[in-house]
Structure formats: structure tokens, C-alpha cells
């Protein structure tokens, strides 16, 4: 299996444009996480899916982000407007029913 | 209080040596917990898991639980540089499928 494949790498975007970041989660699992990491406050959930149903939003730090599950075999979490104090590094994670997460390489955003 | 509370660091160890890596946690419902490894630049890898109180060994490591105490351990046998990483403890929320991380301690192995 190729994990949990997240696209772009790397994202260098300015103030006030919209950011998409995907996620592609390992086949055949049911559980899906969106994680923040910065340095000041580590890393933090922002939401998390059960067979592409919502579960846990409480993170999401603000309206500007969204996250959408589709289908099981894809995510999107979506800052609208961005700003420069969502500079951080995005994980997407998966698991199958209460495993631990396997983590995808992380998309770091820059945003100027 | 934060959920999950880690030493940030950083720990100089010597190679060779034990390092010892120590969390708690507020959650008393808690009942999982793990470790991950985090390399400069790379994504959190599992390496260990402890749900019951007392110690679990896995080659060169050995992951301590005292749910009485709320604390979780990590020692780290026979010190590489290549252990040199971030350690994430992390436990899961009781009543949802919800890890909650600290903020990592970062290791260094001094050769």
C-alpha cells in the first residue's frame, strides 16, 4: 500500500487567497484526521471523519476552514481566506476502526 | 492544563546511554497511549503502544504506563544518533476516537 498520499508538498500562497489541501487516506480504512503542526502549539486535531461523516470539528480553529470528505478515498481541507498565521504543516492521518494513525507526509503551507 | 504534557527539550544523551522520555495526562478516562517519532522534516511514525499499567518492551525500547500516577514513559536502551528525533506522546480520548499529542520531546544522541 502507498499510505496516506497528501498533496501538494509544499504550498506558498499569498494573504487572502484561498488554500486546498488533499488527501488521499489508505485503502480500506474508516477513520480520517486532519492535524496541524507549528511549533508554538505542536501538533493539534482539527477534525476528524468516521466513513466520511464529520465526527469531531472542535478544532477547527476559525470559519475560514472547511473540511470535506467525499468519498472514502479522499479529503479536502480548505482555507478561505488564509493568512499568514496559518503558516503551518497539515497531516492527514487514517486508521481503521480504533488503530492508531498512520500520517501522510504532510503538506507544509506558507502563507506571505 | 493541556491534555497530554511533555518536556520539550531538548535532551542531550550520551550514545550508549539510556535515554528516558516522560509524559502525562489529564484525561484519567484515558486508556490508550502511544509513542511516535518524528525525524526533522518527516511525518510522526508509531513505535510504541501501552494500554495496560506496567512496562512494555519492544527491542531497544521499553514503554512504562502508571495510570494512577496519569504518566507514561519511554526509555530508549543502548542510545543511537540515529534516535536523534522528535517524541510525541500521545493518548487517546476516552469515548471518541481522538488522539491528543503533546508537544513533543526533541532528543539528541551525542556520539
Known amino acids: 500500500d502507498a499510505g496516506v498520499i497528501q498533496s501538494p508538498r509544499h504550498e506558498v500562497t499569498e494573504m487572502g487567497q484561498e488554500v486546498t489541501l488533499r488527501c488521499k487516506p489508505i485503502?480500506?480504512?474508516?477513520?480520517l484526521f486532519w492535524y496541524r503542526q507549528t511549533m508554538m502549539r505542536g501538533l493539534e486535531l482539527l477534525i476528524y471523519f468516521n466513513n466520511n461523516v464529520p465526527i469531531d470539528d472542535s478544532g477547527m480553529p476559525e470559519d475560514r476552514f472547511s473540511a470535506k470528505m467525499p468519498n472514502a478515498s479522499f479529503s479536502t481541507l480548505k482555507i478561505q481566506p488564509s493568512e499568514p498565521r496559518d503558516s503551518a504543516v497539515y497531516f492527514c492521518?487514517?486508521?481503521?476502526?480504533?488503530?492508531?494513525?498512520?500520517f501522510g507526509q504532510g503538506t507544509r503551507l506558507t502563507v506571505v | 492544563q493541556k491534555e497530554v504534557e511533555q518536556n520539550s527539550g531538548p535532551l542531550s544523551v550520551p550514545e550508549g546511554a539510556i535515554a528516558s522520555l516522560n509524559c502525562t495526562y489529564s484525561?484519567?478516562?484515558?486508556?490508550?497511549f502511544f509513542w511516535y517519532r518524528q525525524y526533522s522534516g518527516k511525518s510522526p511514525e508509531l513505535i510504541m503502544s501501552i494500554y495496560s499499567n506496567g512496562d512494555k518492551e519492544d527491542g531497544r525500547f521499553t514503554a512504562q504506563l502508571n495510570k494512577a500516577s496519569q504518566y507514561v514513559s519511554l526509555l530508549i536502551r543502548d542510545s543511537q544518533p540515529s534516535d536523534s528525533a522528535t517524541y510525541l506522546c500521545a493518548a487517546l480520548i476516552q469515548g471518541a476516537q481522538k488522539l491528543v499529542f503533546g508537544q513533543g520531546t526533541r532528543l539528541t544522541i551525542n556520539p
Open positions: 484525561d484519567r478516562g484515558s486508556q490508550s
Open positions: 485503502s480500506g480504512h474508516d477513520y
Open positions: 492521518a487514517s486508521s481503521f476502526r480504533e488503530l492508531v494513525p498512520f
